[in-house]
């Protein structure tokens, strides 16, 4: 199993350019996340994702989009980039746990620099 | 509403010396789950510990403890003997009840520097 993958690792994008940031997991976990670390801030989530289909906002949301087409992939788009979108984007899965509750793997990470 | 604080933004120690990093939460739920996470320079998200509500058994791994008290919705972590492989970001997290797709809510993190 390779977890979740994010790709591309890093990436320079220009004002107004649009990129979309790869998220998969080969695991079978119905539930994917995408969250953004700022310095100092913490990991707020943007989207989230129950299932192939269906998404929903998290806290963060405003300026991207996801879409859930398999179990597999949750991609997120940055569609108008802007410098407040600097940030280091972790997608995320979750399965249930014995017990209760859920686990969650995290994928590496990316780095989106927009100047 | 569910939050997670965490206060101290940044802590410095020498090798050696015990620490302390504190978490507390906030939800209106009876069920739920506590998390902490290290990110160290690399960036990467490592899970340390998850514990659950009904649980308020501290836990003991090597150096790492964690004391959990339900009556002052607390989650602290203790580093004994730190090192400077300790250095790195903490993150307290929780995440409420079973319900499909609840998501982790974060601190802000506490960075831990270890000078030898």
């Known amino acids: 199993n390779a977890g979740v993958t994010q790709t591309p690792k890093f990436r320079i994008l220009k004002i107004g350019q649009s990129m979309t940031l790869q998220c998969a997991q080969d695991?079978?976990?119905?539930?994917m996340y995408w969250y953004r670390q700022d310095p100092g801030m913490g990991l707020k989530l943007i989207y989230y994702?129950?299932?192939?289909?269906?998404?929903d906002k998290g806290e963060v949301p405003n300026g991207y989009n996801v879409s859930r087409s398999t179990t597999e992939d949750f991609p997120l788009r940055l569609e108008l980039a802007a410098p407040s979108q600097t940030s280091v984007y972790f997608c995320?899965?979750?399965?249930?746990?014995?017990?209760?509750?859920?686990?969650?793997?995290f994928g590496s990470g990316t780095r989106l620099t927009v100047v | 509403a569910q939050k997670v604080t965490q206060a101290q933004t940044e802590i410095s120690v020498v090798e050696k010396e015990d620490v302390t990093l504190d978490c507390v939460y906030e939800?209106?739920?009876?069920?739920?789950?506590l998390f902490w996470y290290k990110q160290p320079p690399s960036g990467e998200l490592v899970f340390l510990i998850r514990?659950?509500?009904?649980?308020?058994q501290n836990e003991i791994s090597g150096r790492y403890s964690w004391n959990f008290q339900k009556s002052t919705s607390s989650f602290n972590f203790t580093i004994t003997a730190s090192q400077v492989v300790d250095s790195a970001v903490y993150f307290c997290?929780?995440?409420?009840?079973?319900?499909?797709?609840?998501?982790?809510?974060f601190g802000k993190g506490t960075t831990l520097s270890v000078s030898s």
């Open positions: 995320a899965s979750s399965y249930s746990m014995a017990g209760g509750g859920y686990g969650y793997t």
């Open positions: 514990r659950n509500s009904f649980d308020e």
């Open positions: 994702s129950v299932g192939a289909g269906i998404t």
């Open positions: 939800t209106r739920d009876t069920t739920y789950y």
């Open positions: 997290a929780l995440s409420e009840g079973n319900q499909a797709g609840t998501a982790l809510i």
């Open positions: 695991m079978n976990h119905n539930y």
